[in-house]
């Protein structure tokens, strides 16, 4: 399938607060076995925007977008200028008035622009893609910065009693982190002159129970004893497998590629495991695994940028990358195509 | 401390009741998850904290993860 117009992604920036945290850190804050978090989370290292032991908040989410936004721009040809529009996809807002897209354009210097914010979960990162592709497609724009980010330590409170806590609340402490990341999406191609082939993001939930909900509190029902952040890890566990052979397989229909065509893989960053056990049933041999979940933990909204980043000091021209996301919360198929010229 | 002996197949089925909240009944400490719905793989995190709280020993967890039925576990946590 050949969309037109081309739209060409230009740069990436990322940004992943703070110094990394081992599982020997979060082994010894939680009281749980460090090896299990190694072997059954497969996830080494990631970052958060609060300091767990003493609970500040060092960055906002809108903090570490703009970051990643402005190291986008540097690294495009362009200039803040000639940035027409922001996309932000988060599950995780600094509030939800005003929407944290404006705050990164604040921050960013910019005025006087449409900005968009997506709530998502997983396939956030992606729906800014699409978005942002449509825009420049649509022929009003010609450049815009697309950005993706979570604050998932927003949950993650290690003052409260974890004795009894589920193992559901338990997990979330080792399987996310925090994070941003931007893409500078452009018209004609510049900079690192990646285009975007074609984007893929469609809900898939008809009727099917949420794989994982995060709650939000207002002053009416904030002592409600609700765990805020919960998954169906058996469920995602068992479907997002599936969903993500169905939606490579579906891409490559799209494009008119054959699987043999692909230089580098970019699956769904769940956990190292997972990630690890994903990319095995996806089942592209010729194609080199790109991933960062088990460096940067499940930073959501922020995992397609940092793959990103990862692929362009690999991809040379006429290489071809296929992304596949999955967003378990109320099952969205999503997923991307790059070739650089 | 608890010697690892001390610690009994029952002793087991209480720690997974009591920690994990299952209603595991004792014949189904064979069963193999499968058969076991309320079971979720998750559940290994406290599991393995607990067990090794109450014997004193760590838990090989990688051959942990391979198991299939919670004596299994219980044969690993607790070699005869």
Redesign the interface.
């Known amino acids: 399938m050949t969309d037109n117009p081309q739209v060409y992604l230009a740069s990436v920036g990322t940004e992943l607060p703070g110094e990394a945290v081992t599982n020997a850190d979060l082994a010894r804050a939680l ?3 460090e ?2 978090i ?3 989370i497969g996830t080494r290292t990631r970052h958060f925007a609060r300091d767990l032991t003493t609970g500040e908040v060092r960055w906002s989410l809108a903090d570490l977008c703009a970051r990643a936004a402005a190291e986008a721009v540097r690294a495009s040809e362009l200039d803040l200028a000639d940035i027409e529009f922001v996309v932000l996809g988060t599950a995780t807002p600094d509030t939800l008035m005003p929407a944290t897209v404006n705050h990164v354009a604040d921050q960013l210097g910019l005025d006087q622009v449409p900005t968009f914010q997506l709530q998502s979960g997983c396939a956030g990162a992606v729906q800014a893609l699409s978005l942002g592709r449509t825009l420049i497609a649509s022929g009003e724009y010609r450049s815009g910065l697309v950005v993706g980010g979570d604050v998932c330590s927003k949950h993650l409170d290690l003052q409260r009693d974890l004795t009894k806590a ?3 609340d ?2 979330n402490f080792v399987l996310f982190g925090d994070g941003a990341g931007a893409a500078v999406l452009t018209d004609e191609p510049s900079g690192a002159g990646v285009a975007v082939r074609h984007v893929l993001n469609r809900f898939t939930g008809l009727g099917r129970e949420p794989g994982q909900v995060i709650e939000w509190f207002g002053l009416a029902d904030r002592h409600d004893d609700r765990q805020a952040l919960t998954e169906d ?2 469920a995602i ?1 068992e479907q997002v497998p599936v969903m993500a052979v169905e939606i490579l397989w579906e891409l490559l229909g799209d494009l008119d590629w054959s699987a043999d065509e692909l230089d580098y893989l970019l699956p769904p960053q769940l956990s190292g495991r997972m990630t690890r056990k994903i990319a095995e049933q996806l089942d592209v041999p010729g194609a080199t695994e790109i991933s960062c979940v088990a460096e940067t933990g499940n930073n959501g909204n922020a995992l397609p940028f940092l793959q990103i980043e990862r692929l362009l000091e690999k991809m040379t021209a006429g290489q071809k990358a296929l992304a596949v996301a999955v967003e378990s919360s109320k099952w969205i198929k999503a997923g991307f195509a790059l070739e650089r010229i | 401390m608890t010697t690892p002996s001390a610690y009994t197949l029952a002793d087991f089925v209480t720690t997974v009741r009591d920690e994990l909240g299952l209603p595991l009944a004792d014949e189904q400490v064979a069963a193999d998850f499968d058969d076991l719905p309320e079971w979720d793989s998750l559940h290994l995190l406290k599991l393995v904290t607990a067990v090794e709280q109450a014997t004193g020993h760590p838990v090989p967890v990688g051959r942990v993860l391979e198991a299939r039925s919670l004596k299994e576990i219980y044969d690993l946590a607790v070699p005869a």
Do not use: T
């Open positions: 009281g749980a076995n090896e299990w190694e072997v059954f589920a193992p559901s338990l997990v890890y058996k566990e």
